[in-house]
T-cell receptor
Framework: QQPVQSPQAVILREGEDAVINCSSS?????VHWYRQKHGEAPVFLMI?????EQMRHEKISASFNEKKQQSSLYLTASQLSYSGTYFCGTENTGNQFYFGTGTSLTVIP | GAVVSQHPSRVICKSGTSVKIECRSLDFQATTMFWYRQFPKKSLMLMAT?????????EQGVEKDKFLINHASLTLSTLTVTSAHPEDSSFYIC?????????FGPGTRLTVL
């Protein structure tokens, strides 16, 4: 049930862009994106619903391809504060929520 | 937004003891709450779905007798790790859904010596 994310880890210089992908083997109703800093709980970034528009949170945006059961998170002009582990999350019809495998993002000056 | 609290934030216990972790929805009612476990540098794994007034639903591979879940009210779910062992040391997080969004507690770091 766990969605698979790629890449597993990425290192960026400040100002560079990155794309994180999330792929599920099951049909998706929605996709959520979270960022987690070390030792803290995940923080909600955005949710994409079936048939919905591409979403945006500051300079971070995401898309959702229902047919391919995939979502991508786009980080533009990355900032140091973007560092953390990014998780996608998917919901099944029973409201159960599963996190993806995670992508560690490190932004360096 | 909705607020979920967890208590305690950190606990250290001896092997063989039981530890109770509380998850509370502070400004909304939660008929369903979820419990996750996270090992270092790993993803959060869903352990169980806590249902108010009925038995919890456990994910495959999670021992229900070891991880006791009680959802006694619309604002409180508890996870009790019974006879804890060092391999149970982990970060435990609860969440509660509000419409399509999940609100997470701050997490509880359990260390079993």
């Amino acid at each position: 049930q766990q969605p698979v994310q790629s890449p597993q880890a990425v290192i960026l210089r400040e100002g560079e862009d990155a794309v994180i992908n999330c792929s599920s083997s099951k049909a998706l109703y929605s996709v959520h994106w979270y960022r987690q800093k070390h030792g803290e709980a995940p923080v909600f970034l955005m949710i994409l619903l079936k048939g919905g528009e591409q979403m945006r949170h500051e300079k971070i945006s995401a898309s959702f391809n229902e047919k391919k059961q995939q979502s991508s998170l786009y980080l533009t002009a990355s900032q140091l504060s973007y560092s953390g582990t990014y998780f996608c999350g998917t919901e099944n019809t029973g409201n159960q929520f599963y996190f993806g495998t995670g992508t560690s993002l490190t932004v360096i000056p | 937004g909705a607020v979920v609290s967890q208590h305690p934030s950190r606990v250290i216990c001896k092997s063989g003891t039981s530890v109770k972790i509380e998850c509370r929805s502070l400004d909304f009612q939660a008929t369903t709450m979820f419990w996750y476990r996270q090992f270092p540098k790993k993803s959060l794994m869903l352990m169980a779905t806590s249902n108010e007034g009925s038995k919890a639903t456990y994910e495959q591979g999670v021992e229900k007798d070891k991880f006791l879940i009680n959802h006694a009210s619309l604002t409180l779910s508890t996870l009790t790790v019974t006879s804890a062992h060092p391999e149970d040391s982990s970060f435990y997080i609860c969440s509660a859904p509000v419409f399509s969004e999940q609100f997470f507690g701050p997490g509880t770091r359990l260390t079993v010596l």
